[in-house]
């Protein structure tokens, strides 16, 4: 009976194996997107992850005379009405909250209508937002949105909270600290210390202003010799505008320490977000970060895997180890 059983399990595999479905799997293997991915880690609570969860835009419940968001952008001028001047010159400046008092929409829904000032050059200007809520709801609002605009109170929490700390960045997307982007690319898993926290802009409100700690590493971006000052836009909060959060950007703990494993030459390819072949998957994802896409393919000697990424790069893995790649 078991000899019976054994041939027809080969007989099977035969046939499968003609049907190119037997060891290649291809047809019945799912792609893992980055969401997959990230909803696996969901349940591991990192320190990262603790640091700032607490912090969002004040509620208007808490909004005083003298609250200010920072403008930055000239749209702003289709979301105001002005009771004096107009919004042009508003970007990089501040609207100066005043008060709350019920309106009337368009469609005749209660309203509130938010009264600002703005200190400009020819004077102070009034400006008024409104929104389609009764004011009797204001304050079970969670936030309250005026769009292009920062809440400055959130920076000044968030300055108190990372300025002087020692961390360690994890991407190389950096900024000049006037905001501009930087062609080249920065270094990963490298310290900095935090110099200050700025209004960033309304998609990622937090500017956080950094030094790198290493000289080579700041010679290496800054040959003149200057001291090598960078930025990097952040988030907070857990809506789906917050992508950049502080656990994405910064790590508390040497990552150096963490992987004492890998050898230098490729810890110095991990920094400036370069592979190689023969990297393992760990090292490739310390490297240039989690794939957009992954997809496992069984092979007749092992597992082939595919990382895509949404930049156009793509690797491929055999038995765990990179043998192909476009970077």
Same mark, same amino acid.
């Not at 469609?107 to 004011?135: N, Q």
């Given at each position: 009976m078991k000899a019976r059983a054994a041939v027809i399990l080969l007989f099977s595999c035969i046939v499968l194996t003609s049907l190119q479905s037997c060891f290649t799997g291809v047809e019945s293997t799912p792609r893992i997107s980055l969401n997959d991915v990230k909803k696996q880690q969901a349940a591991i609570v990192t320190d990262e992850q603790r640091f700032l969860a607490g912090l969002a835009p004040t509620p208007p419940s808490q909004w005083r005379p003298g609250h200010r968001l920072r403008v930055d952008d000239a749209k702003i001028a289709l979301a105001l009405t002005s009771a004096s001047a107009s919004a042009d010159s508003l970007p990089g400046r501040d609207l100066v909250f005043?008060?709350?008092?019920?309106?009337?929409?368009? @469609?005749?829904?209660?309203?509130?209508?938010?009264?600002? &000032?703005?200190?400009? %050059?020819?004077?102070?200007?009034?400006?008024?937002?409104?929104?389609?809520?009764?004011?009797?709801?204001?304050?079970?609002?969670?936030?309250?949105?005026?769009?292009?605009?920062v809440d400055i109170d959130l920076v000044a929490r968030v300055d108190s909270l990372m300025r002087g700390r020692r961390l360690f960045?994890? @991407?190389?997307?950096?900024?000049?600290?006037?905001?501009? &982007?930087?062609?080249? %690319?920065g270094l990963r898993h490298v310290p900095v210390v935090i110099d200050s926290v700025v209004a960033g802009d309304s998609n990622y409100p937090l500017g956080i202003i950094f030094t790198l700690e290493n000289e080579a590493h700041a010679r290496a971006l800054e040959p003149s010799g200057k001291e090598c000052t960078r930025m990097v836009y952040m988030t907070v909060g857990r809506s789906r505008a917050a992508t950049r959060n502080f656990d994405i950007l910064f790590s508390f703990r040497d990552p150096r320490q963490i992987y004492p494993g890998i050898k230098d030459d490729i810890w110095e390819l991990i920094v400036r977000s370069r592979v190689k072949e023969g990297m393992t998957r760990e090292e490739c994802r310390l490297a240039l970060g989690a794939p957009t896409t992954l997809r496992r393919i069984p092979t007749y000697g092992g597992m082939r895997e595919n990382w895509q990424y949404s930049d156009g790069v793509y690797l491929y893995f055999d038995d765990g180890f990179l043998t192909r790649f476009r970077q």
């Open positions: 005043d008060s709350f008092s019920p309106a009337v929409s368009l @469609t005749g829904t209660d309203a509130v209508e938010v009264a600002f &000032h703005a200190d400009l %050059p020819g004077g102070r200007a009034e400006y008024f937002y409104r929104v389609s809520v009764d004011i009797a709801d204001l304050d079970t609002l969670e936030a309250l949105h005026v769009p292009f605009t960045i994890r @991407t190389p997307q950096w900024y000049s600290p006037s905001g501009s &982007h930087i062609a080249v %690319p």
